[in-house]
């Protein structure tokens, strides 16, 4: 039995190509509804985790899902009694920090995670920071002058997202040109931490009053409860899925990173254009009186982000489809293509040599999370990946002397 598109040859029970993807049962060849990160979803779906954690999704998604539930519950818990500094700050830290336990849990960037993460995760902090409060200087929040202004509108809604999309692409652009972070899902991960650390700092900029000193304009219990959901989790996801998108057309599908091709121009388009709806939409509804401004806020929010959601899933199931067909037809192996025994991370059935694609449940092998990396025998103990202290903090091209070296390696070749 041979794959009728990529003629590899298949197990009789195949259910999934292991070279292209192809659903075999179905004929569907695009998968509209199997995801190839976790096939038991649609491309098409508003699941978050699978779109934003990609590597191992399949494994723990409910430990996210809780500790991003319990920050939020924390947050909003402070704002009903009135703590508002404690919730504008585990607001504003929940999805980074469980952002950040997610890159440790798996092992992207085995290396150096900690610099790796933090020089993301700092510059544009800082950058967002400091941009913040220049233009906080200049324009008058708003909601406190009678209306809403046209020149305010045009700083506020359409300036200010420029500066700051361009300021959020400055760390994954650096990161994602570097060689052994030329990934997409490399960059798509980059953009999302830079976007997250931009709406993180964002917040604690513009609610720095609240923060510091006090001062609460207007603070019926409703309101903040609202404003909490929206700079908590709203905010930081639309930043962050609008910027991943740009930043994983950036690094693209082939070998190395594509650079600044008309497909980033489009994705950097798009993460702008989403993010002046969402702030000239914040600035105009910031005029009606107290909840119900923030609440028709945290609406247009969560539409965009459902918006960007979609988007996030078709880029990177198309880019692992896309990446299997063309190593298929180039004849590049993939897992296990050194004759060690590999399994399936989502349900642990034994991968055919070079599946870039289990046979049994559809799952893009790519998506593994690294420290049972493309190609390393399960059997070897967790220890033989860690690269010993010499080798940890050398540059440049993967040339490491253990059982993940020819895996990174295989990991570029195989895109
Ligand atoms: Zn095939
Ligand atoms: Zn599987």
Known sequence: MTCPRCTAGLPAVAHFCQACGLDLRSGDGSRRRS??????????????????????????????????????????????????????LVAAFTVPLVYIVYL?????????????????????????ALFTWGWLQVVPPAGLVGGPQPVTLLIVGVAVPIVAHVLIQLGPVYLASRPRFDDLMDGLTFGIVSGVAYSTFDTLVRHGAALFGGFVADSDPGTWVALVFLEGMVKPLLYGTAAGIAAAEFSGLGRGY???????????????????????????????????????????????????????????????????????????????????LAFCTSCEMPLLAGAAFCNACGTAQRTRPRPSGVGRPVEAPRTAAEP????????????????????TTNEGDQS
Do not use: C
């Open 258 to 340: 594509d650079g600044f091709t008309g497909r980033y121009a489009r994705g950097l388009a798009e993460a702008i254009f989403a993010t002046i709806v969402y702030q000239s939409g914040a600035y105009l509804l910031s005029y009606l009186p107290g909840f119900q401004g923030v609440a028709l806020t945290l609406l247009l929010g969560l539409a965009i982000l459902a918006v960007l959601i979609l988007r996030v899933r078709v880029v990177l199931h198309t880019a692992l489809i896309e990446a299997a067909l063309e190593s298929a037809a180039r004849g590049d192996a993939a897992i296990g293509a050194d004759g060690s």
């Open 104 to 128: 440790y849990d798996v092992n992207l960037w085995d290396d150096q995670p900690v610099k790796v993460t933090a020089a993301a995760f700092a510059l544009t902090g800082l950058l967002a």
């Open 35 to 88: 995801f190839a990160v976790k096939p038991d979803e649609p491309v098409t779906s508003f699941a978050l985790i699978s779109t934003i954690m990609p590597r191992g999704a399949g494994q723990h998604p409910q430990t996210y899902r809780i500790a991003l539930t319990i920050g939020l519950v924390v947050a909003l818990i402070a704002a009903i009694f009135g703590a508002l500094p404690i919730a504008l």
């Open 388 to 407: 010993v202290p010499v080798t940890s903090g050398s540059p440049g091209p993967v040339t490491r002397e253990n059982p993940i070296g020819p895996a």
